[in-house]
């Protein structure tokens, strides 16, 4: 039997995300608010400030790239982590439902 260390901080932050539907339903949530408004502001600055929109934009669109490739990996490991019958990763959440806590 191995043992487990406590999970803190980062560590349970990163358990929670890859392994709790409640918490990945709040970040995404949170997220697509700050994409929104994120998206108007860009659109006001390319508009109104296309000097600064130039010098910018190239760094704005790699950071969107990068965002999207994590997130994208992301949902692939969470979707693997509740696909599986057992957990997949270190930061697997054992989650009890009614039935198997019935079964005991």
Same mark, same amino acid.
Not at 37 to 50: D, E, G, K, R, W
Not at 95 to 100: D, F, I, K, P, S
């Given at each position: #039997?191995?043992? &487990? &260390? !406590?999970? %803190? /901080? @980062? =560590?349970?932050?990163?358990?929670?995300?890859? /392994?709790?539907? !409640? %918490?990945?339903? #709040? +970040? =995404? !949530? +949170?997220?697509? &608010?700050? +994409?929104? $408004?994120?998206?108007? @502001? #860009? @659109?006001? $600055?390319?508009?109104?400030?296309?000097? $600064?929109?130039? &010098?910018?934009?190239?760094?704005?669109?790699?950071?969107?790239?990068?965002?999207?490739?994590?997130? *994208?990996?992301? /949902?692939? #490991?969470?979707?693997?982590?509740?696909?599986?019958? /057992?957990?997949?990763?270190?930061?697997?959440?054992? @989650?009890? *439902?009614?039935?198997?806590?019935?079964?005991?």
């Amino acid at each position: #039997m191995t043992a &487990r &260390r !406590k999970a %803190t /901080g @980062v =560590h349970l932050l990163f358990r929670r995300l890859e /392994g709790d539907p !409640k %918490t990945q339903y #709040m +970040w =995404h !949530k +949170w997220a697509m &608010r700050f +994409w929104v $408004v994120n998206a108007v @502001v #860009m @659109v006001a $600055v390319f508009t109104f400030a296309p000097s $600064v929109w130039m &010098r910018v934009s190239v760094l704005y669109l790699v950071l969107v790239s990068l965002y999207a490739n994590a997130a *994208t990996d992301f /949902g692939a #490991m969470s979707a693997a982590e509740a696909a599986a019958k /057992g957990p997949v990763s270190a930061y697997s959440i054992d @989650v009890e *439902t009614e039935t198997t806590e019935g079964a005991q």
